[in-house]
């Protein structure tokens, strides 16, 4: 059995080392000079820093993206580091304390901050506890099989029941049948903004999982009531360590990872796949691809519109995707931990969220100056610096097209601006940057080939339905964050590995 793989990113390669670990021919293509797509850690001058994901849910052993590591037999090939985050907001910061004070101190916090909210704030707790419970046996409902399966999915579905009445409500309907203040709904829709998607058209019943508690201070036990929280851990010197435990597993069953390698045609011969053609010519037979990447390269380019109905092309138009990044990587040779206390802190100046995503959409870039996040890798892995310096990631959502100019044209005075923003919080970055690294959204764009760069895909907005795993074309299945799994991490690799368990099925 031979199954093709185009893209290296996080569902290419977890589904690439199910399969090869289950005597599949596997072999890998990928487009770029080097694997992982945006879960790659790249390096310059002897510092190293992650050009996606940072502070990671999924990998305590309780969660999907642990279990699927565990069942491919490589989760201790990767060092985690549990850790949490700050946020912070023009007129306040939510820090863990010094002294541990429970697991609802950002509840009492913000009580203190808006005393008229106090019955809001006990109310939204009650839910974001139910909601926690809800993913809890959500999660453990993916690993387990027969009765136990079944008892699961009935508590869920109990649970459930208590919070069905917001099933269709958007995350603004949320925070406003919770809150008042606009500051406080800033706080729990501030996250939205990280993934541009407009308060009033993401999923209410979301919320509390973007605003896990555990998330702002690690000390808060993992067990509670109807379940264990979720968690966030670093990886040890970047993400880049999962993509090798990845692509280790599958070349040491077998399988082939071919770099430079741009898939530029899926074969069809009525309504099935016969093989792929890359950008060199070369034309390689298969009956299986797997595809991940932009769903519209790989829908109107790779496969083509003649093979799709017009329902699948309509729903592809209508979907809102998220925008863009622009990130400014610098190695510095000075300790920046004094002025930041952990290694993550996002930094919000505006309290409208929804009114800064629509600014966004109409492609004008706002500068630094709705807020930017700041990432120290070192201070928690060393090694991604040379001894005794510092690697440091600022980075900010931004238009994927700019309305006025091109992000060629501004890359660096945008990166000096940001840089500046950034000095308000950590003076100094200016002079004592050794080295910088830029990545605006058309980096991305090309580092990834996409026609149109989003951060994380398809943005989870309600009522909306990505591309399924399994496509029009019999043999041709769609992987990673535009398809029907969702983007992050882990939703790519929870979408990979139940694709390459259908196929192992059918085997
Ligand atoms: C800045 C940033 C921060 C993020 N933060 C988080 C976070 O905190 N938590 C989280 O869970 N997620 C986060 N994400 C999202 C998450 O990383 C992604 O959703 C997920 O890793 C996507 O994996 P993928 O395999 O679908 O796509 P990708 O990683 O994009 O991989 C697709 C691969 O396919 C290759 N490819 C495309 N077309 C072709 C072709 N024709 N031929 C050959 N190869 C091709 C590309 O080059 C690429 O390597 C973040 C993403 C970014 C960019």
Redesign the pocket.
């Known amino acids: 059995m031979k199954a093709i793989i185009?893209?290296?990113?996080?569902?290419?390669?977890?589904a690439g080392a199910y399969l090869a670990r289950e005597n599949y021919e596997v072999i890998v293509?990928?487009?770029?000079s080097?694997?992982?797509?945006?879960?790659?850690t790249i390096t310059q001058d002897g510092y190293s820093w992650?050009?996606?994901?940072?502070?990671?849910?999924?990998l305590a052993p309780h969660e999907k993206l642990a279990k699927i590591l565990m069942e491919l037999g490589i989760y201790n090939k990767i060092e985690v580091i549990k850790e949490d985050r700050g946020q912070s907001f023009p007129d306040f910061q939510v820090w863990r304390p010094e002294k541990y004070e429970g697991p609802y101190w950002r509840r009492d916090y913000f009580k203190s901050l808006f005393p008229e909210e106090s019955e809001g704030l006990d109310n939204y707790y009650k839910f974001y506890d139910r909601m926690m419970a809800i993913a809890y046996l959500g999660n453990q409902s993916l690993f387990v099989k027969g009765l136990k399966a079944i008892g699961i999915k009935l508590k869920l579905l109990i649970k459930f029941l208590k919070v069905k009445k917001f099933k269709d409500w958007s995350a603004s309907q949320i925070t406003d049948y919770y809150f008042k203040d606009q500051k406080l709904k800033a706080v729990y829709l501030g996250i939205l903004a990280?993934m541009v998607v407009k308060p009033s058209e993401f999923f209410g019943l979301g919320v509390p999982f973007f605003n896990v508690e555990t998330a702002f201070d690690k000390r808060i036990p993992i067990k509670f009531q109807g379940g264990k929280f979720p968690v966030y851990h670093y990886i040890k010197n970047g993400?880049g360590e999962l993509v090798k435990a990845l692509a280790d597993l599958i070349t040491e069953n077998g399988g082939k990872i071919f770099t430079n390698?741009?898939?530029?045609k899926i074969i069809i011969k009525d309504a099935k796949v016969e093989g792929i053609q890359?950008?060199n010519g070369e034309i390689i037979e298969t009956d299986l691809v797997l595809?991940?990447?932009?769903m519209f390269?790989?829908f109107y380019?790779?496969v083509g519109k003649e093979y799709l109905s017009e329902d699948f092309i309509k729903n592809i138009e209508g979907i809102t995707l998220m925008e863009?990044?622009f990130?400014v990587h610098l190695g510095i040779d000075f300790d920046p931990s004094r002025f930041q206390r952990a290694a993550l802190c996002y930094y919000y100046l505006t309290y409208d969220i929804e009114g800064a995503i629509k600014k966004m959409r109409d492609g004008h870039y706002h500068e630094g100056s709705d807020g930017f996040l700041i990432y120290i890798p070192t201070m928690h892995s060393p090694e991604m610096a040379p001894p005794g310096k510092h690697a440091i990631t600022i980075?900010t959502v931004g238009p994927h097209k700019l309305k006025e100019g091109t992000w060629e044209e501004k890359r660096e005075e945008f990166a000096d601006k940001l840089i500046m923003e950034a000095e308000k919080i950590i003076p100094g970055l200016y002079e004592g940057s050794e080295t910088r690294k830029i990545m605006t959204p058309d980096d991305?764009k090309k580092?990834?080939?996409?026609l149109r760069h989003s951060?994380?895909?398809t943005a989870p907005v309600l009522g909306q339905s990505n591309p399924p795993h399994k496509t029009p074309i019999e043999g041709l299945w769609y992987?990673?964050?535009?398809?029907e799994?969702?983007?992050?991490?882990?939703?790519?690799?929870v979408?990979?590995r139940n694709v390459a368990k259908m196929m192992l099925k059918k085997k």
């Open positions: 185009i893209g290296s990113g996080m569902a290419g390669l977890t293509y990928e487009q770029f080097e694997i992982g797509g945006v879960t790659a992650d050009i996606g994901p940072l502070l990671l849910e999924g990280d993400c390698s741009k898939v530029q890359l950008e595809a991940s990447g932009g390269n790989t380019n790779l863009s990044v990130m980075y991305f580092r990834i080939n996409v951060f994380g895909g992987i990673g964050a535009y398809s799994s969702g983007g992050g991490v882990t939703g790519a690799a979408g990979a």
